[in-house]
């Protein structure tokens, strides 16, 4: 017996590892050799292509593709049509099966809808990808990026807030509290 959920209009190939308590909805394909997490709610039209890695409780809004070479660490959200390239110079006639790129999106990271994230470009931890973007290099922890090309424009909380540096430096969450230091153009929370 399953411990997941998978809506009758889908279809899950062979040696896939789904973790308890995800949810697969309408006409979405998990793809030969994924593994996905516990606690993952995978939305309508999803395509997650061999070999895919998703890490727990990581949300996938409707219309999105992943492809092969993507891994997602855990609590990642991806918003509705978001986009994944696995190839930097596709063409249609010349088989580039042997050139997949990897991209690793990092523990707690939002890609809003309409994002585009060309491949080989990692995501740092909790970063905020605004919608339309599209990302042509690596974004950093707690970065806020939004346009095309991405361009970084702010910093985010793990909750999700812009962040407001102080004279010291330091911001603090609106609704968590948890304090952040800018510190060598990076953002780290501090212990509380």
Not at 16 to 44: A, D, L
Not at 88 to 114: C, F, H, L, M, W
Not at 140 to 148: E, H, I, K, T
Request: glycine share 10%.
């Amino acid at each position: 017996m399953k411990d997941y959920f998978v809506h009758e209009s889908s279809f899950i190939d062979e040696n896939c590892k789904i973790g308890e308590g995800t949810k697969i909805w309408h006409f979405s394909h998990i793809m030969s050799n994924c593994i996905i997490g516990r606690n993952c709610n995978i939305g309508q039209n999803v395509v997650v292509s061999p070999e895919v890695i998703l890490g727990n409780n990581v949300k996938i809004q409707n219309n999105v593709s992943i492809y092969t070479g993507v891994v997602c660490e855990d609590d990642v959200f991806l918003g509705p049509s978001m986009v994944f390239t696995n190839i930097t110079n596709p063409r249609s006639a010349i088989i580039r099966r042997d050139q997949y790129e990897k991209t690793v999106v990092k523990k707690g990271a939002s890609i809003g809808a309409n994002a585009t994230i060309v491949c080989g470009n990692d995501i740092g931890e909790y970063a905020f990808i605004g919608a339309g973007a599209v990302i042509t290099k690596e974004v950093l922890p707690y970065a806020l990026v939004v346009g095309n090309p991405a361009r970084q424009i702010g910093w985010m909380s793990e909750f999700g807030h812009r962040l407001l540096f102080n004279e010291e430096n330091i911001a603090i969450c609106p609704e968590s509290g948890e304090k952040y230091l800018l510190e060598n153009g990076n953002v780290r929370k501090l212990a509380s």
